[in-house]
């Protein structure tokens, strides 16, 4: 592993004014609503973090309203997206008529969905509620993603719904879980995504927490993460698809090369969620002990507002491997969903990149 250039100090020193700013700020840019915890597939890595049983019941879109407009009040909804999520966002019927009234409001969304019930039919009809933005999974080619997905015909599905997007001109990426079976065929999962018409790809591994843990062909070993982080910079470098790694923690002479931007938790500090059972929250990946409030009993400008302190001052993590670690200042102790309920941390990424410390 190469040491930081002179570049990228430079260039981390202004994040870390940056980071310092939001925090201070925390202007509002992504709200995400886990709308449902219903689904329709299987999914080997879902559920490591559940603290809420699947047959809970959706969020009336009226209780998420009542947020929208406190936030409107507030804030400019132009400049905050709403990302609808799940579950299967696509399991409520009436995720039309939500997206329209979020759209009546002022505000932009999206949403994450497994692709299973994307029909030209259903494509359309969000389109015409004001969707803007699309993630769609896909975890390999098809022996790969059916593997994950739990679901024979899962690939089949998630393959049209991008082939059905990329026709529609809309922003949106595809997303990839990369583990030890699909990991061999990235290339291969590339050049169909190209042939697809896919744009953005964004790539992410698992952290090691409840079936995941327990779980070997889902983690990737450290000589393979090395070996991601050049595959991501060579591809890049490529530039026949625009590919980056997700928020997965600092991670030293890469950073600036696998991502449009230098790593920061933006949990609470830009990102916010409301999770099915009205808990607010930084983003869905993180334990509920970092709830901050909740829509049903707290007001949630002032929850915005006034609390998040974890998220915002990361000094209480300062602890264990962390107390003594030079890349602290840029690192802040990695990302809040990377810490379990006693704010210990389950995976550093340096580690994984063999960086001393």
Same mark, same amino acid.
Request: proline letters at 3%; hydrophobic letters at 40%; glycine letters at 8%.
């Given at each position: 592993?190469?040491?930081?250039?002179?570049?990228?100090?430079?260039?981390?020193?202004?994040?870390?004014?940056?980071?310092?700013?939001?925090?201070?700020?925390?202007?509002?840019?992504?709200?995400?609503?886990?709308?449902?915890?219903?689904?329709?597939?299987?999914?080997?890595?879902?559920?490591?973090?559940?603290?809420?049983?699947?047959?809970?019941?959706?969020?009336?879109? &009226?209780?998420?309203?009542?947020?929208?407009?406190?936030?409107?009040?507030?804030?400019?909804?132009?400049?905050?997206?709403?990302?609808?999520?799940?579950?299967?966002?696509?399991?409520?019927?009436?995720?039309?008529?939500?997206?329209?009234?979020?759209?009546?409001?002022?505000?932009?969304?999206?949403?994450?969905? #497994?692709?299973?019930?994307?029909?030209?039919?259903?494509?359309?009809?969000?389109?015409? &509620? /004001?969707?803007?933005?699309?993630?769609?999974?896909?975890?390999?080619?098809?022996?790969?993603?059916?593997?994950?997905?739990?679901?024979?015909?899962?690939? *089949?599905?998630? *393959?049209? &719904?991008?082939?059905?997007?990329?026709?529609?001109?809309?922003?949106?990426?595809?997303?990839?879980?990369? #583990?030890?079976?699909?990991?061999?065929?990235?290339?291969?999962?590339?050049?169909?995504?190209?042939?697809?018409? *896919?744009?953005?790809?964004?790539?992410?591994?698992?952290?090691? *927490? /409840?079936?995941? &843990?327990?779980?070997?062909?889902?983690?990737?070993?450290?000589?393979?993460?090395?070996?991601?982080?050049?595959?991501?910079?060579?591809?890049?470098?490529?530039?026949?698809?625009?590919?980056?790694?997700?928020?997965? /923690?600092?991670?030293?002479?890469?950073?600036?090369?696998?991502?449009?931007?230098?790593?920061?938790?933006?949990?609470?500090?830009?990102?916010?969620?409301?999770?099915?059972?009205?808990?607010?929250?930084?983003?869905?990946?993180?334990?509920?002990?970092?709830?901050?409030?909740?829509?049903?009993?707290?007001?949630?400008?002032?929850?915005?507002?006034?609390?998040?302190?974890?998220?915002?001052?990361?000094?209480?993590?300062?602890?264990?491997?962390?107390?003594?670690?030079?890349?602290?200042?840029?690192?802040?102790?990695? /990302?809040?969903?990377?810490?379990?309920?006693?704010?210990?941390?389950?995976?550093?990424?340096?580690?994984?990149?063999?960086?001393?410390?």
């Amino acid at each position: 592993m190469s040491p930081l250039s002179l570049k990228q100090r430079l260039a981390l020193e202004l994040n870390r004014s940056f980071i310092k700013q939001e925090a201070a700020q925390h202007p509002l840019t992504q709200l995400f609503w886990e709308c449902t915890l219903r689904c329709n597939m299987r999914c080997r890595h879902c559920g490591s973090d559940c603290k809420i049983s699947t047959v809970h019941p959706d969020m009336p879109f &009226a209780d998420f309203e009542k947020v929208l407009l406190r936030i409107r009040e507030a804030y400019d909804p132009g400049k905050i997206l709403i990302i609808l999520s799940g579950g299967e966002p696509l399991m409520r019927d009436d995720l039309a008529v939500c997206g329209r009234q979020i759209s009546r409001l002022g505000f932009p969304w999206g949403l994450v969905s #497994n692709g299973r019930l994307m029909s030209p039919a259903r494509i359309d009809e969000l389109l015409k &509620a /004001g969707m803007r933005t699309a993630t769609i999974s896909l975890d390999g080619l098809e022996e790969d993603h059916n593997w994950m997905r739990g679901i024979p015909d899962a690939y *089949v599905h998630a *393959v049209e &719904a991008i082939r059905i997007l990329a026709g529609k001109g809309i922003a949106f990426d595809v997303v990839t879980c990369v #583990n030890r079976r699909n990991f061999s065929r990235l290339d291969e999962l590339k050049e169909l995504l190209i042939s697809l018409g *896919v744009k953005r790809w964004r790539i992410f591994t698992i952290f090691p *927490v /409840g079936r995941a &843990a327990s779980d070997p062909e889902l983690q990737i070993s450290v000589s393979q993460y090395r070996e991601l982080m050049d595959y991501i910079v060579a591809t890049r470098k490529e530039g026949r698809i625009h590919l980056s790694y997700g928020c997965e /923690g600092f991670l030293g002479s890469y950073e600036g090369k696998v991502r449009d931007h230098l790593f920061s938790c933006q949990a609470g500090l830009s990102i916010a969620s409301v999770r099915i059972d009205g808990a607010i929250s930084g983003c869905n990946s993180i334990r509920s002990h970092y709830d901050q409030g909740n829509i049903y009993t707290d007001d949630f400008i002032d929850v915005w507002e006034n609390r998040f302190g974890p998220y915002r001052d990361h000094s209480q993590f300062r602890t264990q491997e962390c107390a003594a670690c030079k890349w602290w200042k840029w690192c802040l102790g990695n /990302g809040m969903h990377l810490r379990d309920e006693q704010g210990r941390l389950i995976l550093c990424n340096l580690k994984r990149l063999e960086f001393e410390h």
